[in-house]
């Protein structure tokens, strides 16, 4: 087969990031649930549900988010921190594809116990990340140890994973997108313990397709170490910011055009 120069790549990539990383791709995406609030506070604890939620029709996804985000009474942090008080009774009857309202409830309880034992969300990735961490991957897999450990029914564990077990963690990849990054179009980079260049791309089923198309994965299995060695191939387009290249990836991926089609001036 015949390999296509990475300058080449690189200029097509270039070329997709400004074609999908638009303002007006945000009302369509569960990321505008996280633009919705004005408090970091809000916005990391609605982001992560958003995160989690994320998979399937997206016309579902966003009507489940308002209809949660109306449950938690437009307050995500102050849900999450009283949540001993109230128990989640609001969330009777909800559920979201294989979300039952007592997973979410599990989720809440150990967002609950992560904020509670770290003050925020960001404070707990912060000390789950050894100093000079090249990548996320060990902040990662601590972050969810903790949320399963806070959550006494293990519930969680069929929804969230670890890449210590060979998990793409593709949602919680896509909420440390949002959280870290700041370009002042899509995404929101609140925190700023972590930096984009250690963040892993999201890896869904588009994001897979494009990338063997156009011969930057080789992988077969779309699970952790195809995260790490399809990042590693992004780096060489740009290591301070590898994941950028996610919009042009998942974007020419939904849009289903063919790699092969594409021309740039």
């Not at 959280?179 to 929101?188: A, K």
């Amino acid at each position: 087969m015949h390999e296509v120069p990475l300058a080449r790549i690189r200029a097509v990539l270039e070329h997709l990031v400004a074609r999908y990383n638009r303002p007006e791709f945000i009302a369509s995406d569960p990321v505008a649930f996280v633009h919705a609030f004005d408090d970091p506070r809000d916005q990391e604890l609605i982001g992560i549900v958003a995160a989690l939620f994320a998979w399937g029709r997206r016309d579902v996804v966003l009507r489940k988010l308002a209809e949660l985000c109306e449950r938690v009474h437009m307050a995500p942090r102050r849900y999450a921190e009283t949540f001993p008080r109230h128990e989640g009774i609001s969330l009777r009857g909800f559920v979201h594809r294989t979300w039952s309202a007592d997973d979410v409830r599990a989720l809440w309880g150990s967002l609950h116990q992560i904020l509670r034992r770290f003050g925020s969300l960001e404070a707990a990735f912060c000390a789950a990340c050894e100093p000079n961490a090249p990548t996320v991957e060990q902040a990662l897999d601590r972050f969810v140890e903790w949320l399963w450990e806070a959550d006494p029914s293990g519930r969680l564990r069929r929804h969230v994973g670890r890449p210590s077990r060979g998990s793409s963690c593709k949602r919680l990849n896509l909420y440390l997108r949002w959280m870290v990054r700041r370009d002042g179009i899509v995404d929101l980079g609140i925190w700023s313990s972590l930096s984009p260049a250690q963040l892993l791309i999201p890896l869904d089923v588009h994001v897979v397709r494009v990338s063997r198309a156009l011969g930057l994965l080789q992988r077969r299995s779309p699970d952790w170490r195809a995260v790490l060695e399809l990042t590693d191939r992004l780096r060489l387009f740009d290591p301070h910011d590898p994941v950028r290249y996610d919009f042009a990836l998942f974007g020419l991926g939904v849009a289903r055009e063919p790699v092969a089609d594409l021309e740039v001036a």
